[in-house]
């Protein structure tokens, strides 16, 4: 399988403390993308990190990508309760092959 | 319509019987996916298509799925002969190219549950 995996599974942190969800994949990527799925919902996009990129932010977010290391991690800064969601990797393949890992669960407790 | 609508949201049906979901894309753009996800599982892709034609459907399980989209818009997945094990959420998602800025904007999705 060329999925990407995460870990945590499922992370509970106080609101105002940092979250950390890393991701792995197999093969040679073109982009990681990182998804956010609020309970019932559909998929939104979050942030883009392109292969020869090492790092990213966007806000609050923070992307890193190791290539040598097949790995991934977003920090999300500050924590807020509204960031309560599912939390989901894409290794993308061909520029149109998209692998989504299994997520990291994040719940921020107000 | 400003993003990505699937229909129906929620289906029952009952083994054996045939469905169709839904989705209608953003206007404009060319790439269309469905993806399956199941309970605490991240999106599976199914079907890729660029304009009218399957691109990629490499992610179909068996020759029961099947997806359409005749016109380069709307599209249609469809599931004959549905088994328990197909019961999941169906997710679509479109984007504007795919491979400039290949973002995925997504639908809320169908729930599909076969008794």
């Known amino acids: 399988s060329q999925q990407g995996e995460e870990d945590p599974q499922a992370l509970s942190i106080q609101e105002g403390e940092n979250a950390t969800m890393n991701c792995s994949y197999k093969t040679s990527i073109n982009n990681l993308q990182w998804y956010r799925q609020n309970s019932g919902r559909g998929l939104v996009h979050l942030i883009l990190i392109r292969s020869n990129e090492r790092e990213k932010h966007s806000g609050r977010l923070r992307v890193t990508l190791d290539t040598s290391k097949k790995s991934s991690s977003l920090l999300i800064t500050a924590s807020r309760a509204a960031d309560t969601a599912s939390y989901f990797c894409a290794a993308v393949y061909n520029f149109n092959k998209f692998y989504f890992g299994s997520g990291t669960k994040l719940n921020v407790k107000p | 319509g400003a993003g990505v609508s699937q229909t129906p949201s929620n289906k029952v049906t009952e083994k054996g019987k045939y469905v169709e979901l839904r989705c209608d894309p953003i206007s404009g753009h060319t790439a269309l996916y469905w993806y399956r996800q199941s309970l605490g599982q991240g999106p599976e892709f199914l079907i890729y298509?660029?304009?009218?034609?399957?691109?990629?459907d490499s992610g179909l399980p068996n020759d029961r799925f099947f997806a359409v989209r005749p016109e380069g818009s709307v599209s249609t997945l469809k599931i004959q002969r549905t088994e328990r094990g197909d019961s999941a959420v169906y997710l679509c998602?479109?984007?504007?190219?795919?491979?400039?800025?290949?973002?995925?904007?997504f639908g809320a999705g169908t729930r599909l549950s076969v008794l």
């Open positions: 998602a479109s984007s504007l190219s795919p491979v400039a800025k290949n973002i995925q904007y």
């Open positions: 298509f660029q304009g009218t034609g399957a691109a990629d």
